[in-house]
């Protein structure tokens, strides 16, 4: 994920690195550094776990509930939490979208994910609506 950063984020890191995060930064310079052969081969790892994901989605499911992130949301507009739950329905192309069904114990948001089949955005969309009017967010 973090090779693919670097690549689209290349005209805001030579034109303003400087303005960016030291997280992002961070994640960029790695992934400078991610070689070919890691790559290719990352992302030919993906192609097996995606025909698992299109059948789960084909005979069985509208999406799949997980965690956000780690806890509540992080206070402040600093950052928006550390991307974990989401990069792998990135690396698959699947559709994810995260909702503040909940409140942590310190007043902060705290959400779940759902993730759709690939090309399914629409009908991720009206299940995330279907969620939220049924929890009454």
């Known amino acids: 994920m973090d090779a693919e950063l670097a690549v689209n984020l290349a005209r805001e890191w030579e034109t303003g690195r400087d303005r960016l995060s030291a ?3 961070a994640r960029i310079e790695h992934g400078h550094a991610v070689r070919a052969p890691e790559y ?7 192609g ?15 999406a799949i509930l997980t965690p956000a992130v780690h806890g509540t949301a992080p206070a402040g507009l600093e950052s928006t939490g550390e991307p974990t739950f989401c990069t792998l329905w990135t690396m698959l192309g699947l559709p994810a979208v995260s909702l503040p069904l909940l409140q ?29 009017e049924s929890v009454g967010v």
Request: no cysteine.
């Open 23 to 25: 997280p992002l930064r």
């Open 40 to 46: 290719l081969a990352a992302k030919a790892a993906a």
């Open 48 to 62: 097996p776990l995606m025909a698992t994901f299109t059948e789960l989605f084909e005979q069985r499911y509208d």
């Open 104 to 132: 942590g114990a310190n007043g902060l948001p705290l959400g779940v994910q759902l993730v759709g089949p690939r090309h399914g955005d629409g009908r991720l969309l009206r299940t995330a609506r279907w969620l939220a």
